[in-house]
C-alpha cells in the first residue's frame, strides 16, 4: 500500500494543475561534508531552503521540500546521496527542478568551510557559487544567511 502511495503523489507532483506548472522548482540538495553530524547538516540545509522561501518570487518560485524530494526520487528509484557536479544536475532534472542547489560543509583546523553552488538544470550550466568561512557553527549559519541572499536574492 505505501508504494501506491508513493506512486500516486509522485503522479499527482508530475500531474499537477497548469497554473501550479508555472511555478518554477528550486530543489536545494542535502548538504555534503564531514564537519558536523548529519543532523547539522539537514537543519543547515533546511536554512537553506527557508532562505530560498525570503529571497525568491513565491509567485513565479516553488522551493521543494526534502520530503518531496525524497517521493520523487524513490519512485524513480534515486535517492538524495552525495553527488557533485553533473549528477547535482541530473538529480534537480529527475524531481522536475528547474534549479538545483548543492552544497559542502568541511573544517580545515578550526574554521567551518562552506560552499554553495546553483545550477540550471535544463543547461547544466553552474550559475552561482558563494563561499563562507566561519569559526563556529553561529558564524556559519550567519554566514551561509548572507551567502543565501546573494545566491536568491536575483530571483535565481
Known sequence: MSRLLTLLLSLHALLAP????AQQRVAVLELTGDALDEDAMQF??????SAALRHMDPNAWEVMTRENML???ES????LEQ?????EVQTGQ?????????????????TYEAILRSYDTSSGRLLRSE????????GLKTGLEDA?????GGGG
Open 83 to 87: 553527488c557533485v557536479g553533473e549528477c
Open 71 to 73: 517521493v520523487l526520487l
Open 148 to 152: 543565501c541572499a546573494r545566491l536568491f
Open 131 to 138: 563561499e563562507v568561512s566561519a569559526r563556529d557553527l553561529d
Open 18 to 21: 497548469a497554473e501550479a506548472l
Open 94 to 110: 529527475l524531481i522536475g527542478a528547474h534549479l538545483v542547489v548543492a552544497g559542502s560543509v568541511l573544517k580545515f583546523g578550526s
Open 44 to 49: 543547515l540545509a533546511d536554512k537553506v531552503r
Open 76 to 79: 524513480n528509484a534515486g535517492s
